[in-house]
């Protein structure tokens, strides 16, 4: 199961649409996750043609994105259970609130957004995974994406590219 996971797309304040190479891994997908700041409901409209989407709000998020999105899911992908959150919050760091958002489930995989840093490290046997941004790199050499592979394990991998 190929799941590519994205975050912080804020179009169009920070882009006028996603890049060229994502929405080559989207048309392959066999599902996506968002894990907030998506900015506009037109990118949700732009994303939902390439296949099934999970996501969730982030802090720059209106009205209608969250009517659509909870501020966290749990999805079960092929057996593994995955956690998914924006991740931001006023206390703790990103990746602390992402961890206490699931602290009470039992979770394979956390993924969060909010920091545009990519992430891909374990902590208690969890996969704690940030895809960065796509479109917003901020202090980051590349913006990036993920991509989930659950299969007899699950494999996660961010997907660099230099420009949008």
């Not at 060229?20 to 599902?31: C, P, Q, S």
């Not at 900015?39 to 982030?58: L, R």
């Not at 659950?150 to 996660?156: F, Q, S, V």
Request: hydrophobic share 40%; charged share 25%; with cysteine.
């Amino acid at each position: 199961m190929k799941i590519v996971v994205i975050s912080d797309t804020h179009i169009p304040k920070k882009a006028k649409r996603l890049p060229e190479k994502l929405l080559v891994d989207l048309a392959a997908a066999d599902l996506i996750i968002h894990a907030g700041d998506w900015q506009t409901i037109e990118v949700y409209e732009e994303i939902k043609q390439y296949g099934q989407i999970a996501g969730v709000y982030g802090n720059v998020d209106g009205k209608e994105i969250m009517q659509m999105f909870p501020d966290k899911i749990l999805l079960e992908c092929n057996g593994y259970t995955i956690g998914v959150v924006h991740g931001h919050g006023k206390t703790l760091t990103t990746e602390q609130r992402a961890l206490a958002a699931f602290e009470e489930e039992n979770v394979d995989c956390i993924i969060f957004g909010h920091s545009h840093i990519p992430v891909k490290k374990y902590i208690n046997n969890i996969l704690l995974f940030n895809p960065g941004s796509p479109t917003d790199k901020r202090r980051q050499p590349c913006y990036s994406y993920g991509i989930l592979t659950a299969g007899t394990k699950l494999h996660a991998e961010h997907v660099f590219f230099e420009s949008k």
